[in-house]
């Protein structure tokens, strides 16, 4: 316990002292306050102790949590669990006058004229005013914030060499306050981050403990394609009860995503996935903080809804009625005043595209898939489609709670919250300067005598559907989904279904496009005939979600097409050799039955994004994946580096299911 205050004058110090101990035995809470704290309160309200005095006592009493107020604003939480505070100093200024208001509430506080909950409105007012603060510097070390930002998931700090244990299992979360049968790794969703150094090896086993099989793909890595994850291209999948073994390497930095490859679009949307973020040895980086966006359909019943044997909402891909960050619905994080942050953002919705933003401050786009940019730039939000990753700087200069945001065209989603804390650190002026990578900027300049080659594959994006179309004039439900023809008679089958065997029912390529966004919200954007309503060539939401319920598998058809030999899918015949540079041109043709945004994704290799509809891309950086939205056409230079036989993929899952995918194949 804690033995006499210096804070107070020390007769008033024994009182609290002497108190507490009496005290501990009770819950804290507002409708339990001591009568001695009203006494104190009351000494102060008749200048018996000074402000100081007065506030610094109030400090202690909601570090011992005798006295209750709004948490998330003294000590911050992530998902509504408090920080460990017993060894946190009380900041209180010396010089410090409290305003007369308050001293008149806690006066009629103390004569019973006004209610408890009125004079702790008084006290909350202190803390955001920073009156009281906690938690200087150096409370705000890297391991005690990384332990926090994905909640009830600590990172795995890889070694070189290392063997790691892994399992796929059945969990249970909380989400919107409701119990939720999910899918984990390691009993977690997200998956545990894995933090390893850029050049070592370690060896993965993944046992599954589902009921049904599973791979688990290591989306970015340039790894021996025997781990790539793939089933039936390298690998086996891993049947219930076994195990398969992954060896991972790890030649490039930044954020890198784990999931499966199996029944993808079902098994990523019931929480498999997970990051792995990859650091120079010895990097002076830190706080460098994942956050991963997803979203995901809970029905009435509060379950996972998916039809076990058919792949559905194949026109479109399923959007998904709950925002997540780092798998909570309610996510807040807390972060110190004028610290240089590093957010690493991945995107694992099935087919949402989401447009990051945190209100009120400029983030500095620094990083993409799997480099930095050559140069970085400040831009007011960040568009990643599903499987990319992106990497913004920002420094909160004030203190207080911030909204994470997610803005389409139509609607702006408050999907999470930062809460800055108050620090001693000088905010860096240097953070406004943009930074340039010279090591990436002459990497790139030497692959610029490629960039005047011919493509030597041009890939369409086609859809073929016996759906009649025309239904298109039935669909006007602008909102995030209409559960209302939600029922068994569309053969979806919740995963509470027992059948399952679980009781679970110079355009820069930086992608600033901020400004297309803008000009959609201005513009009376219609879209096609078909009442498409792609704004800047994406589809931010279900426009169509009855007849994208009814799309499936056996009716509803992507294809990546070879332009010139007409061959699609696995047909289609592309070799290369280690070494070799080669450009691929993705053409998404406005004209196709249903025109619509589609990430594509290669395995095992790294590209450069250097040109759409013709105009070159003054800012590049090296990639894996890239959104090529509706209407334009997009080259990217492939470095064949890794042999072996590779998928390339639509990253909106339910099209890749759908067999919107081809392979490559290098050769050493």
Known sequence: MFFGMVFLSQSIGNVYSQELTDYNDSEPGISNIPDWVKQVVRWWSEDTISDHEFASGLGFLIKENVIEVDTRIVFGTTNQEILQT??????????????????????????????????????????????????????????????????????????????????????????????????????????????????????????????????????????????????????????????????????????????????????????????????????????????????????ENNSIEYDKDMITHVLMGRFGNTMLVNGESDYVLEVPQNEILKFHLTNTANTRTFNFQIEGEELKLVTSDMSDYGESKFVDSVIISPFERRAVEVMFESPGIYDIIHLSPDKKYSIGKIIVNKSTVQADEGFYNVSRNSEIRYEMSTFKKYFSIEPELELEFDLVTTLDMSMHSMEHDHSIHDHSMMDDSMGHHSMMDDSMGHDYEMVDNTMDHASIIEQGMSMDHHGDSMGHHGVGGIEWEDEMPHMNMMSNEKNTKWVLRDKNSGKEGFDIDFTANVGDIKKIRLINSPDSVHPMQHPFHLHGQRFIVISENGEMNSNLSWQDSVLVPEGKTIDILVEFSNPGEWMMHCHILEHHESEMTSKITVKP
């Open 86 to 299: 017993k060894n946190i100093e009380i900041s209180v200024d010396e010089d410090i006058v409290i305003p007369d208001w308050i001293r008149n509430s806690a006066k009629w506080y103390t004569s019973g004229e006004i209610p408890e909950e009125h004079f702790l409105g008084g006290v909350e007012h202190l803390i955001n005013e920073n009156v009281i603060s906690f938690g200087e510097k150096s409370e705000y070390d890297y391991e005690k914030i990384q332990s926090k930002i994905i909640p009830n998931a600590s990172p795995i700090y890889l070694e070189n060499n290392q063997s790691v244990e892994f399992s796929v299992d059945v969990i249970e979360k909380i989400i919107d306050g409701e119990k939720v049968k999910m899918f984990g790794y390691n009993n977690q969703s997200p998956g545990p981050m894995l933090v390893a150094n850029q050049g070592d090896t370690v060896t993965i086993n993944v046992k599954n403990n589902l009921d049904i099989p599973t791979t688990t793909h290591w989306h970015g890595l340039r790894l021996d394609y025997k781990s790539d994850g793939v089933p039936h291209l390298t690998q086996d999948p891993i049947q219930p009860g076994e195990t398969f073994q992954y060896t991972l390497k790890f030649p490039d930095t930044g954020i890198f995503v784990y999931h499966p490859h199996v029944r993808t679009e079902m098994q990523v949307d019931m929480g498999l996935y997970g990051n792995i973020l990859v650091q120079e040895k010895n990097s002076e980086e830190q706080f460098q903080i994942p956050l991963i966006l997803d979203d995901i359909e809970i029905n």
